[in-house]
């Protein structure tokens, strides 16, 4: 195994890669093709497009079948990626069911991991049943458990890293080894609290890199998208998919995620950054029972982030001592964060798990799903580091 990082995308790629500056007036800035359908000079024009005689490659015959908008920001996620192509989608859960359903079929099998993202285990696990496809569930980065759970018919594994919200870091390269050991399955990973500023599972051979666009890569909280990214050889399966089940980004969602993708790199430095600090001030404070953050030794997945991450990401999770009733006036004591859903976008975002996402368990359901009383999970925007820390080191000191 090597200690050696992989090379992470930076603010350059961020603004310039993937983007083709050739194009009608060399306007810096791609613009909105804000339109449903396409048109032909003629009858005759339409019958070379449709017999693939056309010269012009640029064509397309109607909106769900693609968009000059929508496919520049695909070309820059692929580039951002390293990889050959991507796939945008109308929100991460389109992208992640879509490329789902390309890759199995009834009578396939797939593991994924217990932390996953809370709607992607629900799809895999209740509603794909329904087609025939089996799953297993592993426990948070248990890569020998995975190795048990593989079967003759597995088709797919899905991880996501950091996970949500305990921010567990898997070992991507042990990961596609092991899962490589088995032949030819393919291996699929969320890396929506990553991006590829933080990490690129596609240099350590992840198959599928997928993205809740919503989150870190738009960054502004104003709009919904998802992304897929991989070879091409299996970007043009999903496409078939996505082309019939038609959950495509629109042309105007597409250009506010590609003005937020330039602005990447700034965004998720200055994220890091603030995340740090603030996890190294509730390591400190004496109303916080357990804080998870990788940067921290005493995360379990510390030495792994360090390895293969270049910062540790903008979300933090904590314990607040008093269980739910101290998190609540800690959080409802903050100024600068708002309590709300999602994470990645520049306001800083704070929520109870327990409240928001699992409001339906009963306390036993919760300990079940792990998800420990007091929990509290902070998105940090792009706000002032020092301002930060001071508000929520107030808000907990009078909790
Ligand atoms: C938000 C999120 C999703 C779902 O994305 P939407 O854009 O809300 O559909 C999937 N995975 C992770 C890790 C997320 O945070």
Same mark, same amino acid.
């Given at each position: ?116 993202? $809370?709607?992607?285990?629900?799809? %895999? ?5 329904? =087609?025939? !496809?089996?799953?297993? +569930?592993?426990?948070? *980065? ?99 998919? $996505?082309?019939?089940?038609?959950? %495509? ?5 597409? =250009?506010? !995620?590609?003005?937020? +993708?330039?602005?990447? *790199? ?134």
């Amino acid at each position: 195994m090597s200690d050696e990082k992989k090379p992470l995308a930076g603010s350059t790629d961020a603004v310039h890669a993937g983007t083709n500056y050739d194009r009608p007036h060399r306007a810096i800035v791609r613009e909105i093709a804000q339109t449903a359908t396409y048109t032909w000079h003629e009858t005759a024009d339409l019958e070379r497009f449709m017999s693939g005689e056309d010269s012009d490659t640029d064509r397309i015959e109607y909106g769900r079948y693609g968009n000059p908008t929508v496919r520049e920001l695909e070309e820059r996620l692929a580039a951002l990626e390293l990889v050959d192509d991507a796939l945008a989608f109308s929100s991460g859960m389109a992208a992640i069911t879509t490329t789902i359903l390309t890759l199995t079929k009834q009578g396939d099998h797939i593991v994924l991991f217990r932390d996953c993202y $809370r709607r992607t285990r629900q799809f %895999v696990s209740t509603m794909l049943g329904k =087609f025939g !496809i089996e799953h297993t +569930l592993v426990d948070s *980065g248990d890569l020998d458990g995975l190795d048990k759970a593989i079967q003759k018919n597995t088709k797919l594994v899905i991880s996501e890293s950091p996970t949500n919200p305990y921010l567990d870091c898997l070992d991507l390269e042990r990961f596609v080894e092991v899962v490589k050991s088995h032949g030819r399955i393919r291996t699929m990973i969320d890396a929506t609290f990553a991006t590829p500023v933080n990490c690129r599972p596609a240099s350590y051979g992840i198959d599928l890199v997928v993205h809740s666009a919503t989150k870190y890569l738009a960054g502004h909280n104003d709009v919904l998208g998802g992304l897929v990214a991989g070879p091409s050889h299996i970007i043009s399966l999903v496409r078939e998919h $996505r082309d019939v089940m038609g959950g %495509v980004l629109d042309p105007h969602a597409a =250009f506010l !995620i590609a003005r937020g +993708l330039k602005t990447l *790199g700034v965004r998720v430095d200055r994220q890091n950054t603030n995340a740090m600090r603030i996890a190294e001030m509730l390591s400190q404070h004496k109303k916080v029972e357990k804080v998870f953050y990788p940067s921290l030794e005493s995360h379990r997945s510390h030495a792994v982030a360090k390895k293969q991450m270049r910062g540790f990401g903008g979300v933090v999770s904590f314990v607040v001592a008093g269980g739910r009733q101290a998190a609540t006036r800690a959080v409802d004591g903050c100024r600068i964060a708002k309590i709300a859903s999602s994470l990645g976008g520049v306001e800083t975002l704070i929520e109870q798990p327990a409240i928001m996402s699992y409001f339906e368990l009963s306390p036993e359901e919760l300990a079940a799903v792990g998800i420990l009383p007091g929990l509290i999970r902070l998105s940090l925007g792009i706000e002032d580091t020092e301002d930060l820390v001071r508000d929520l080191s107030r808000a907990l000191d009078e909790a």
